[in-house]
């Protein structure tokens, strides 16, 4: 494996964690939102996708951000008779965003991000010396 090709992959691999930290985000902005109509849905969780491709020039698999996808899991639901999002027995739907999962989650997506990073300072690295030495 040569350094571009090196460099490429781990690039690869930081814009695909970048992507998942963004709808990591979008989901915790919204994990409170309620519909915007009595009865009506709240903002519904999205899961990132990856998609992966062979690159036969490069001669490597490359990762790429894949169209995020909906979780159809069900909603939460809280007791707030006075809420204009109720329905008529009184129960608010909340978004089917967990807190919790989204904060491993975007930690994981950060540890990834970052050994990706590791990876480019390294073969830097590694070019760097490779040419001072080629300058000797």
Do not use: C, H, W
């Not at 062979?54 to 001669?59: N, S, T």
């Not at 490359?62 to 169209?67: D, I, T, Y």
């Not at 990876?119 to 590694?126: I, L, P």
Request: without cysteine.
């Amino acid at each position: 494996m040569d350094f571009a090709q090196s460099m490429l992959i781990a690039a690869s691999g930081m814009r695909t964690q970048s992507d998942r930290m963004r709808v990591i985000a979008e989901n915790i902005a919204n994990a409170s939102s309620t519909a915007s109509v009595a009865g009506g849905d709240p903002y519904r969780r999205r899961i990132a996708t990856v998609t992966s491709s062979f690159d036969r020039e490069l001669g490597a698999t490359l990762v790429a951000p894949g169209k995020p996808q909906a979780d159809m899991s069900e909603f939460r639901k809280q007791y707030d008779p006075g809420n204009p999002a109720a329905d008529k027995t009184g129960y608010v739907k909340l978004p089917n965003v967990n807190s919790l999962v989204e904060i491993m989650d975007m930690r994981e997506a950060q540890r990834s991000y970052e050994a990706d990073l590791t990876v480019m300072d390294a073969t830097k690295s590694m070019l760097s010396r490779t040419v001072d030495l080629l300058r000797r």
